[in-house]
């Protein structure tokens, strides 16, 4: 299968700073790539859809001011998590969706913890 | 995209098949099944996905009924490593969004 990788894996950070997760395709062209966090003993909710090139459509309550995403590429999306608040403390996950397929392929993880 | 409901938890005992149900009686006519599983702190992981006919990959199984309200997931032969969150996901794939619910917890014990 597909593969996606992301960068950091963890990340502890001081209140009020910037934290940015970097999401690759690996061995795929990723055209969209979805961006979701998930905190303890919850599941996935999906925050952002974004499309090479274009700005990303944030999910109702998503603040896109406060988490920027960029996909430049077709192979990297990054995340920018800006002025970290504890409540921002989660495990963030992106997924890469390759033209043509329908499936979603997902990276890794990044846990961020907000101190 | 239609909603599904699926077990909270289930047990199996290694090397035999697990069978992980899912029901999506909303389902329309150009949804997809999807299934992925998420090992603990990691990213899902995809496992099969079908329309209507039964599909089978390396990993797993789907039956997908008849009229296409519920579906089975099968491991033919359950490892301590299937110990996972499986979610079923009814989606119309490619840039359609994958809502989560909880997911079956299934165990695997020796």
């Known amino acids: 299968g597909a593969v996606v990788s992301q960068h950091p894996s963890r990340v502890i950070c001081k209140s009020g700073t910037s934290v940015k997760i970097e999401c690759r395709s690996l061995d795929f062209q990723a055209t969209t790539m979805f961006w979701y966090r998930q905190f303890p003993k919850q599941s996935l909710m999906l925050m952002a859809t974004?499309?090479?090139?274009?700005?990303?459509?944030?999910e109702q309550g998503v603040e896109k001011d406060k988490f920027l995403i960029n996909h430049a590429s077709l192979t990297l999306s990054t995340l920018t998590v800006t002025s970290a608040h504890p409540e921002d403390s989660s495990f963030y996950i992106c997924?890469?969706?390759?033209?043509?397929?329908?499936?979603?392929?997902f990276g890794p993880g990044t846990r961020l913890t907000v101190l | 995209d239609a909603k599904t409901t699926q077990p909270p938890s289930m047990d199996c005992a290694e090397g035999r098949a697990a069978n992980l149900p899912c029901n999506h009686s909303?389902?329309?006519?150009?949804?997809?099944v999807y299934w992925y599983r998420q090992i603990h702190s990691q990213g899902p992981q995809y496992i099969i996905h079908g329309l209507k006919n039964n599909e089978t990959n390396e990993m797993a199984s789907l039956i997908i009924t008849e009229d296409r309200k519920s579906s089975t997931l099968i491991l033919p032969h359950a490892t301590l490593r299937d110990t996972a969150v499986y979610y079923c996901i009814v989606t119309r794939g490619g840039y359609n969004k994958l809502i989560f619910g909880a997911g079956t917890r299934l165990a695997v014990h020796p």
């Open positions: 974004s499309n090479e090139g274009s700005k990303a459509t944030y």
């Open positions: 997924s890469g969706l390759g033209s043509g397929t329908d499936t979603q392929y």
């Open positions: 909303t389902i329309s006519g150009n949804e997809y």
